[in-house]
């Protein structure tokens, strides 16, 4: 199902925008007939639909617009550097007026989620739902609740703070998010506004209390731990408390809902349940009793058929129990560079290497290679841009916005279904980080996190036959797995940066990344890459294709190292080890590049970090922390490890990237000869 363009500006009505948040049939009232466009200026958010056979985000029945509008954040320098939506392929009715929404006095407005939050952290979120039968005017409504500040968490007030919500309209049965504004570079979209009161924003810990107000009025309330904060209106609240939230470091992404489906308002603690997996944007559909026993981030529930994840159908994008799944939306540029759009032959090879370690890695291109919804052909549904996932080119790209250059977190914005934000990594096929467009890095990603850039245009790739299309296909493969594994954790020496280790056979060694890893560690196979770095034994960058294995074939191979190579210490080195996985009888490594065996052992910095120790290998496949949105500790059953502090995914949605080096000039222009 697709979603219109005009969901992401406020300058179209959203009555058309499914994807708005949220499974449909989640309220107490019968859901209305598919929207159409609004001749209101107000815009209305949609709930997405639930579908019987496939999982979409978006309405099919929502009317497209004729032409493309453009997405602008609002901290863009220039409309040039913000992502345009993809063209819908084909021509769709003209919209037709329906009725303005009616006021939120009228609506039974509630809040239906609310997020745990760090106490030492302003990254509060909370979701609100319209039960009724017609879209509802949020004009004129606030939230208010206790505020910390921006800049220091720690200062939080003791009054309630009130704070105001765009004037948009909120279709019947739709989901709408509310997020603590602690990041400027972030922007409104049909799915999320964030709010703040000068440098107040909305804040809670494992006590608080949340209200909707308008004209003076409780919409909806709820009161948690030990708040005694009262409602501004009497009866509002009856009774006890809910029970304090938790609120430490390794509760992020749990939260205090409205189970669906959804009974009566009785203004009440029996109206929440406090579960382990916050769904933000849609129906609250996972099991408080729902635990994470692969440790991927997914609770067992919405791996099973029949299960869904806020309305997400997950099991039926491949998603299984007792298999740890990877989800990747994969959005391109629109260029005729080979280079930009990926290939499926490069999502298969990168599949195929996580299939072997016992991974299912699930990549949604939309439409690209199939019209309809096809796992096995990389369309789970597609993004909000609808179409093939494809987004406005622009020359150079970053992960943040800098002079001149887009930024990632605006196109992931304006495409990445706000419910699938604890889910999926979203991945830009792009052109350049370098300011004038030039090729550089292959790519960048967040290390720890859920973000990621390929960047291969200006490479001079092509989609032709034989080496051109092999390396196209491998650098595309290569790449998207390496800056994969930083959002996994690893970093260019495994655990460490220490980059150019022989013995370290994997993907993210800059060694192995493009050369690939060779045919054979107990053969001279691999120390090709060694000798091609050092521009030795007749090997160079800018012969790519005379190693064994090579990226211009098809035997080209990729990895992430198991941990099995010994240790290699610079200070006695000895050749007949090889990169020190065995050695199949006959071969050495020849790292004084003298052409000869050394039976003695010798000293040397063959990493080239200008210190002589000791290198060690690094078992990535054992190391892989999936759940990035959340800790694993306490639902993951015997696979359960303590990772990294989690992402505040809605709030700020951005980790330390990892340090990427453009490859030598020599190796770019012999890729364009073909890799010779």
């Not at 990169?579 to 071969?587: A, D, E, H, P, S």
Request: hydrophobic share 35%; glycine share 10%; aromatic share 8%.
């Amino acid at each position: 199902m697709k979603a219109t363009l005009s969901c992401l500006l406020g300058m179209l009505s959203l009555t058309a925008c499914g994807g708005g948040g949220g499974g449909s049939g989640d309220s107490v009232v019968p859901t209305p007939a598919a929207p159409v466009v609004t001749s209101t200026p107000i815009p209305t958010v949609l709930p997405s639909v639930t579908p019987s056979v496939v999982p979409t985000t978006i309405p099919t029945t929502a009317p497209q617009p004729s032409a493309v509008p453009t997405f602008l954040p609002s901290s863009s320098p220039s409309p040039t550097l913000t992502p345009t939506l993809a063209p819908v392929p084909s021509p769709q009715p003209s919209p037709v007026p329906t009725p303005a929404p009616i006021t939120a006095a009228n609506a039974g407005l509630l809040i239906s989620e609310v997020s745990s939050n760090d106490s030492s952290n302003a990254g509060a979120w909370l979701e609100i739902h319209n039960p009724s039968a017609s879209a509802v005017s949020l004009s004129g409504v606030s939230l208010r609740s206790r505020s910390g500040l921006r800049s220091s968490p720690f200062s939080v007030s003791s009054s309630p703070v009130s704070f105001s919500l765009p004037a948009i309209s909120l279709a019947a049965g739709g989901y709408f998010v509310l997020i603590a504004k602690i990041d400027d570079a972030v922007s409104d979209n049909s799915q999320a506004a964030y709010l703040k009161n000068g440098e107040a924003v909305p804040f809670w810990d494992a006590n608080g209390a949340v209200e909707l107000v308008f004209a003076g009025a409780t919409l909806d309330f709820v009161r948690f731990g030990n708040s005694s904060q009262a409602p501004l209106t009497s009866g509002a609240w009856a009774g006890a408390n809910v029970a304090a939230m938790p609120a430490t470091s390794l509760d992020y992404g749990k939260g205090l809902v409205r189970p669906f489906p959804l009974q009566a308002n009785s203004k009440s603690a029996a109206d929440w349940l406090q579960v382990s997996f916050a769904t933000p944007g849609g129906r609250n559909d996972v099991p408080a009793t729902a635990i994470d026993s692969d440790n991927d981030g997914i609770p067992d529930s919405a791996e099973v058929a029949g299960g869904t994840f806020g309305g997400l159908d997950l099991f039926a994008m491949g998603a299984r129990a007792n298999q740890r799944d990877i989800f990747v939306q994969v959005d391109h540029m629109v260029s005729s560079d080979a280079g930009i759009t990926p290939r499926k032959e490069a999502l298969q090879k990168v599949g195929d290497v996580f299939a072997a370690r016992g991974f299912s890695i699930h990549f949604d291109t939309g439409s690209l290679y199939s019209a309809a919804f096809n796992p096995a052909l990389f369309n789970l549904g597609g993004g909000l841009a609808g179409g093939a996932n494809s987004v406005t080119y622009a020359k150079c790209i970053g992960l943040d916005s800098k002079t001149g250059c887009a930024s990632l977190y605006s196109y992931k914005s304006a495409s990445l279904d706000i419910r699938r934000k604890t889910i999926f990594h979203y991945l830009l096929m792009a052109n350049s980080q370098e300011s004038d467009g030039s090729a550089g890095s292959s790519g960048l990603a967040e290390i720890n996190g859920n973000d990621l850039l390929v960047t291969l245009g200006s490479w001079g790739l092509s989609s032709g036959s034989g080496s051109n299309a092999n390396l196209l296909v491998n650098y595309q493969a290569s790449t998207i797995m390496h800056e994969l594994g930083h959002n996994f954790g690893l970093e260019h020496g495994g655990n460490e940066s220490n980059n150019y280790k022989p013995n370290y056979y994997s993907v993210m060694n800059y060694l192995y990344q493009l050369p690939g890893l060779g045919a054979d560690p107990k053969t001279n196979s691999s120390v090709q890459r060694y000798y091609l770095n050092n521009n030795a034994l007749g090997f160079s960058w800018g012969g790519i294709c005379n190693i064994d294995a090579s990226p211009c074939s098809t035997d080209y191979r990729m990895d992430f190292s198991d941990g099995s190579g010994v240790s290699l210490n610079e200070n006695s080195l000895l050749e007949a080890t090889i990169i020190g996985r065995g050695n199949n009888g006959g071969f050495y490594a020849d790292w004084n590049t003298n052409g000869t065996l050394n039976a003695n052992a010798y000293s040397r910095d063959i990493n080239q970090d200008f210190s002589v120790s000791v290198l060690s290998d690094y078992n990535d496949w054992g190391n892989l922390f999936l759940p990035f949105a959340r800790q694993s500790t306490g639902n993951s059953g015997a696979m359960a490890k303590v990772g990294p502090s989690r992402i505040r995914v809605l709030s700020h949605d951005r980790q330390t990237p990892s340090n990427e080096f453009a490859p030598p000039r020599v190796f770019l222009d012999a890729i364009k000869r073909g890799g010779r």
